[in-house]
């Protein structure tokens, strides 16, 4: 376990698995940064994590880490990954041999290193000291000021506390959780005057206190922005996949007043997924919640407005104008509109999934409960590339995961890489033609009965997780008689609308639909939602931006 002092002080945090090397870090920082900082030293990733974590409860500050790149279990761009997300402001250095710099400079991309040191750095006062200078000089002058958190306490197998905990995850809110039935939950319902009876309980840094609150008055008492800023855009972007969020770069870059709304959180199937492994520039890998954020951050700089929680309902034409309605009445305009709408997963219509939905039975890699599936058996339903990377991710702490498939193998359907690693990995199995028949279990999943779909053949087996990812329904009903759609529910645009040589019989203009827009002129898709797309964050990143040029075609023109 890493060593905890003072905790009075800023803390440098050293790790390597070596223990010479780890007391010789150690040694030299505290000779030179004794007086002013905390210096925390530990041995393995795991431990190391641990630390952040006590440190971050305690509310404790973290300037730098310095992490060994070769560590067993755990290497330092692994570990240095999932320090970010304890303590994103604190300055990243990997210590690395000669033969690594490497995956030190590939590291730049994974988790935006501020610097690698190669072993040995004697003397420190020449090769250690400045770059560790210069590190806390960069963190002084940051806003490295801890952020207050939300509180929710909750039923550990309610579904609504379930989606408040991912909601605030994938939205990057800061916030702490706190079971009903323990001291300190308990605390918080009676400094909050209620009884506990209606879960969950969600109390803002500003001392707000929502009880069982809806996703809009969640996002706009935890600083989300809901409301436009305006009633007129030049581009709507409905949906925040990576689809959206690349017309929504692409759109604001290029001088378009642009504004983007998303249902839920930003990053849509892309952002739950744990690992991404084949997108272009990132060879080590990226979570999509970490491209996500890079993405929303990058179209929040060059102006693009993001809305959370708003639900679209409805796309009117008015003249030139596209008039995008809201769930609550209201609604914004543009000259054009972007569908980047994405898909979800379908449904499992097995027995007894539908009332243990949030408890038990999740949709998709729930970020919040991966942490708590450690040491059980894990099932996960599904045969394409978000099963694989769920079931590699879930498989690092999970007693064993199971893969139930439908089909006869993997290889119509999840990614060669993916296949490998599945393969490869100890406690990963995997059942083909083999569906869910019922879940069962009283306040959560307790069993599931499978069959075997060529003989008929039932089995029970205990479970408490199972993770579903089935299918694909694009969210599009909300479109019906005005945008069209195949039978599927899936948006036809350019080529597809115009299978004869013609245009639709509606279409207004001389000229036919132009690649990527649908029936209406200037109102174009991009994406999963797209009839007959690649259904890859690659390709739907690029299908965002080529929808922007095909904007400014259409806006020249108009």
């Not at 209620?194 to 935890?222: F, K, M, N, S, Y």
């Not at 030139?320 to 509109?337: C, E, I, L, N, Q």
């Not at 769920?390 to 119509?412: D, I, N, P």
């Amino acid at each position: 376990m890493a060593e905890v002092a003072d905790p009075a002080r800023t803390v440098i945090l050293t790790v390597d698995d070596d223990p010479g090397v780890s007391r010789a870090v150690a040694r030299d920082l505290r000779r030179r940064y004794g007086a002013g900082y905390r210096i925390v030293r530990a041995e393995s990733g795991q431990s190391a994590l641990e630390a952040l974590n006590e440190l971050k409860l305690r509310g404790d500050l973290v300037a730098v880490i310095l992490a060994d790149y070769r560590m067993p279990q755990m290497n330092g761009i692994e570990f240095l990954e999932q320090a970010l997300h304890v303590y994103p402001g604190a300055r990243r250095v990997l210590l690395t041999a000669y033969a690594d710099t490497n995956a030190a400079i590939d590291a730049i991309n994974v988790v935006d290193l501020d610097h690698y040191l190669l072993k040995p750095w004697d003397p420190p006062e020449e090769k250690l000291y400045p770059v560790v200078d210069d590190l806390l000089t960069a963190w002084r002058s940051s806003d490295y000021r801890p952020v207050p958190a939300t509180k929710v306490v909750g039923h550990r197998w309610s579904a609504r506390s379930s989606q408040v905990r991912e909601f605030l995850a994938r939205n990057q809110v800061p916030y702490r959780w706190y079971s009903s039935d323990e001291p300190e939950g308990l605390r918080l319902l009676e400094a909050a005057g209620v009884d506990g009876q209606r879960l969950p309980l969600v109390i803002t840094p500003e001392g707000t206190v929502l009880v069982e609150p809806e996703a809009p008055d969640l996002a706009a008492h935890v600083g989300l922005a809901t409301t436009p800023t305006a009633e007129f855009y030049d581009l709507v972007v409905i949906g925040g996949g990576p689809a959206g969020l690349g017309a929504a770069v692409y759109g604001a870059s290029e001088g378009l007043r642009t504004v983007l709304v998303e249902r839920s959180a930003t990053g849509g199937q892309a952002g739950q997924s744990s690992r991404i492994e084949n997108y272009l520039g990132f060879p080590d890998g990226v979570s999509g919640g970490q491209l996500t954020e890079r993405a929303r951050r990058q179209a929040g700089r060059f102006g693009a407005e993001i809305l959370t929680a708003r639900e679209v309902t409805g796309l009117e034409v008015n003249g030139p104008a596209r008039v995008v309605r809201f769930s609550d009445g209201s609604s914004v305009a543009a000259h054009s509109v972007i569908l980047a709408t994405g898909v979800s997963y379908r449904q499992l219509q097995a027995a007894g999934c539908a009332d243990l939905t949030g408890r038990g039975v999740y949709y998709g890699s729930s970020l919040t409960e991966a942490s708590s599936c450690q040491g059980y058996d894990v099932y996960i339903v599904g045969g394409a590339n978000s099963a694989g990377q769920a079931a590699m991710y879930l498989a690092r702490g999970a007693k064993s995961v199971t893969l139930l498939v439908r089909g006869e193998s993997l290889t119509a359907s999840m990614s060669y890489y993916l296949i490998q690693q599945i393969q490869e990995a100890p406690n990963i199995s995997v059942r083909t033609r083999t569906v869910v028949e019922a879940a069962h279990g009283e306040e959560h999943l307790e069993r599931l009965v499978l069959r075997d779909v060529d003989s008929g053949a039932t089995e029970r087996v205990d479970a408490q997780w199972m993770f579903v990812f089935i299918g694909a329904a694009p969210r599009t009903d909300w479109l019906d008689g005005t945008v069209l759609r195949d039978e599927r529910g899936f948006i036809l645009a350019g080529p597809d609308l115009t299978a004869d040589g013609r245009p639709p019989a509606e279409w207004p203009l001389d000229r036919p639909p132009y690649h990527l827009e649908t029936n209406i002129p200037g109102v174009f898709v991009a994406g999963d939602a797209r009839a007959r797309s690649a259904k890859r964050v690659a390709s739907a990143v690029g299908e965002g931006a080529m929808a922007v040029m095909l904007v400014h075609r259409y806006l020249e023109q108009s």
